[in-house]
């Protein structure tokens, strides 16, 4: 059975860094074709896809926010690090880690998520 | 950019066939997979390639994708079917893609 869980700061103030974790069980991300994604969802609309690294380290950004994310991974640890720089207000949402079908670009299981808000 | 739109809302009766649509350009050349996400819970994949169910989800749930529409359809939709649903497509350059989202009410 495969769970994800994201862990991190429920609150950021503006201009700092965010640094989520998340740890998975059920899979293994140095299988071939594997990968983990991360997404987020404000109130109210639809998730928003930001990062995903693969089994053999490949990573790819959203185009919008590729200058402020970073992701990666710990094999050994099962986890999958997800750094965001310079929040703003607008950042703050419900942010979620997936995994990804292998050979396929659909998210079928999902993290609870957790909740960032960025104040000052 | 590519992108994904879903229209806003659909009512549909208790027991009656629902269909959400999800509209991109040549979209029927992609795979498009369909997620449902119930008031604050995580979205749960419903449709994956199209027209594929993961394991555990109800034979009701049924997809389709040509030209450039992909429909979600629900057949004898029950109660516990109301919630929000979201397309998703892949595009080379976009990446990962969702719609704006659909909310379902079974009246």
């Known amino acids: 059975q495969i769970t994800l869980k994201e862990s991190g700061p429920s609150l950021v103030k503006p201009t700092e860094t965010l640094t989520l974790t998340c740890t998975f069980s059920?899979?293994?991300?140095?299988?071939?074709?594997?990968?983990v994604g991360w997404l987020r969802q404000p109130p109210g609309k639809a998730p928003e896809w930001l990062a995903l690294?693969?089994?053999?380290?490949?990573?790819r950004y959203s185009p919008s926010l590729k200058s402020r994310l970073s992701i990666s991974k710990d094999t050994a640890k099962n986890q999958v690090v997800l750094t965001m720089t310079n929040l703003d207000p607008v950042d703050s949402a419900t942010y979620y880690c997936?995994?990804?079908?292998?050979?396929?670009?659909?998210?079928?299981?999902w993290g609870q998520g957790t909740t960032v808000t960025v104040s000052s | 950019s590519f992108e994904l739109t879903q229209p806003p809302s659909v009512s549909v009766s208790p027991g009656q066939t629902a269909n959400i649509t999800c509209s991109g350009d040549k979209l029927g050349q992609r795979y498009v997979c369909w997620y449902q996400q119930k008031a604050g819970q995580s979205p749960v994949l419903v449709i994956y390639?199209?027209?594929k169910r993961p394991s555990g989800i109800p034979e009701r749930f049924s997809g389709s994708n040509s030209g450039d529409t992909a429909t979600l359809t629900i057949s004898g939709t029950q109660s516990m079917d109301e919630a929000e649903f979201y397309c998703?497509?892949?595009?080379?350059?976009?990446?990962?893609?969702f719609g704006g989202g659909t909310k379902l009410t079974v009246l």
């Open positions: 390639r199209d027209n």
């Open positions: 998703q497509a892949w595009d080379s350059s976009t990446l990962w893609v």
């Open positions: 690294i693969y089994w053999d380290d490949d990573k």
């Open positions: 997936a995994h990804k079908i292998p050979r396929d670009y659909s998210l079928d299981v």
């Open positions: 059920g899979f293994s991300l140095s299988t071939r074709e594997v990968g």
